[in-house]
């Protein structure tokens, strides 16, 4: 099963560790055999999944939106995102340079064809800025990919 993740950057502590357990849920679900987790592996619900998915003892892909993406993310998160993109099966690249809002979602829009189904931790508001978290899940509503909404009860960005 090929399951990929799309979610919102910049939680709070709190709510990161609710999306943390609902990922851990989600993801025991799947049968560590078979399970490939795609991830562009940003800061946040990325990251955690494709954590998850390896320690759950699937395999993940990695999907690099842009050759300047790893320099457009928080330095702190620098480490985590190279030992990720280390421990990818395969890696898939959109072949733009600048990381801006087209690169991510074209990056998004590959990941999207690359899955079965996608997981989204998202709030169900509008996007702040084209690229983001609800519009990869319309368009992966338009493609007929199914997406499973992970969203703690009660939770604000």
């Not at 690229?131 to 992966?140: K, L, P, R, W």
Request: charged residues 20%; hydrophobic residues 40%; proline residues 4%.
């Amino acid at each position: 099963m090929r399951v990929g993740i799309t979610g919102h950057r910049g939680l709070n502590n709190e709510v990161e560790t609710q999306v943390r357990a609902l990922l851990a849920e989600a993801v025991k679900e799947y049968d560590p055999a078979e399970l490939v987790g795609v991830s562009c592996i940003a800061d946040g619900p990325d990251s955690w999944f494709a954590e998850t998915v390896l320690t759950h003892g699937g395999s993940i892909e990695v999907v690099v939106p842009a050759t300047e993406y790893r320099q457009s993310l928080p330095a702190q998160h620098h480490a985590t995102y190279d030992e990720l993109l280390r421990q990818a099966s395969d890696v898939h690249e959109t072949g733009m340079a600048t990381s801006d809002s087209q690169a991510h979602m074209t990056g998004s829009e590959i990941l999207v064809g690359l899955v079965d189904e996608l997981l989204a931790v998202w709030d169900s508001h509008p996007a702040r800025g084209y690229g983001g978290t609800a519009d990869v899940v319309a368009y992966a509503q338009r493609q007929g990919t199914p997406v499973h909404i992970l969203w703690p009860q009660g939770a604000t960005r």
